[in-house]
């Protein structure tokens, strides 16, 4: 089974990153820009056929390394 | 003073640190692989040097804190031992969850290298008892990811209960923005867990220890834990 895993910034922390992406994208003239955020995204394979257990992997992939909870959320999407 | 330094891959300043410990309190530290699972008995003190470990991918300090010798690291601070996280090892105490907060991208985006001015906030604790409060040191910074941020009820306990041990500031000790480098909150520079064992700083105290390279205000801080257990024994 193919998941991903999306991690992005909480609202309210201060995304410098995203910023200065915000800034250059501003620089090109692309039009309409009002803000950017950056966040990662993490495909992953997963053995087996069990979608209940599967999504529960990643979950907790995503509790305890992929994502920072301090800071980031993440969505787990399972295909 | 038993020491123990955590090597980890990508790590680079375990020898600085390693010197320093050598060289204050005059016995060489253990050097501990992070494969590892146990930590040598008798340790007192275990330090988590600076460097890039594991590349810095995913983010700093993410991988090195689930190594592991991080269970072990883990038992000693929770038994009361002391723990000092120095710069990359600060990132990963606190993705390790024995710090809170974390370290965020520096502010102006860049990687700093350079020297900067810290007041210490308290000496009655193990690691500042070196220095006097209210006293200025200089000691250098190398990081791109310094800039630490915490949700605001974390700040406000931080700040309420004292953990702030050292701070960004101008070199006559005034919190100036313009000298807090790294745009850390409330110019946090170094801080300390609840039960006041553990302490993450990002300068690097292990730079400053010898008069052939330059000031040695980083002394205190070892010359301190040296006294501590010496007090202790």
């Known amino acids: ?79 | 003073m038993k020491s123990a330094v955590i090597v980890l891959p990508g790590i680079n300043r375990e020898r600085d640190m390693a010197r320093a410990l050598t060289l204050i309190s005059g016995r060489a530290p253990a050097m501990v692989w992070h494969a590892d699972t146990a930590l040598p008995r008798g340790t007192d003190l275990v330090v988590v040097p600076g460097g890039f470990s594991y590349g810095d991918y995913l983010r700093c300090g993410a991988i090195a804190a689930r190594a592991p010798i991080m269970g072990a690291v883990r038992s000693h601070a929770a038994r009361g031992g002391l723990v000092l996280g120095v710069c990359n090892g600060f990132q990963i105490l606190c993705e390790a969850g024995l710090l809170p907060g974390v370290l965020m991208r520096n502010a102006a985006l860049k990687f700093i290298c350079r020297d900067v001015y810290l007041r210490v906030e308290r000496s009655d604790t193990p690691f500042t008892r070196g220095y006097n409060a209210g006293q200025v040191i200089r000691v250098p910074v190398a990081h791109g990811e310094g800039n630490y941020v915490a949700d605001q009820d974390t700040v406000v306990r931080l700040e309420g209960e004292g953990r702030v041990l050292f701070r960004y500031a101008a070199p006559d000790g005034a919190l100036d923005p313009a000298w807090n480098v790294n745009g850390a909150t409330n110019a946090i520079a170094g801080v300390l867990n609840a039960s006041g064992n553990v302490l993450g700083m990002m300068p690097h105290p292990e730079n400053h220890v010898e008069a052939a390279l330059g000031p040695t205000d980083g002394r205190g801080l070892f010359a301190g834990l040296a006294d501590h257990f010496k007090q202790a024994a």
Not at chain 1, 27 to 33: D, F, N, P, T
Not at chain 1, 56 to 76: C, F, G, P, R, W
């Open chain 1, 1 to 79: 089974m193919k998941a991903r895993i999306t991690v992005t910034l909480k609202s309210g922390i201060l995304d410098p990153q995203g910023k200065a992406i915000e800034g250059a994208l501003k620089s090109l003239g692309i039009a309409g820009v009002a803000s950017v955020r950056q966040g990662k995204v993490f495909d992953i394979e997963i053995e087996g056929s069990d979608r209940k257990a599967a999504r529960a992997a990643l979950e907790q992939a995503a509790d305890k390394l992929l994502a920072n909870t301090l800071i980031e959320n993440y969505q787990v999407d399972l295909k």
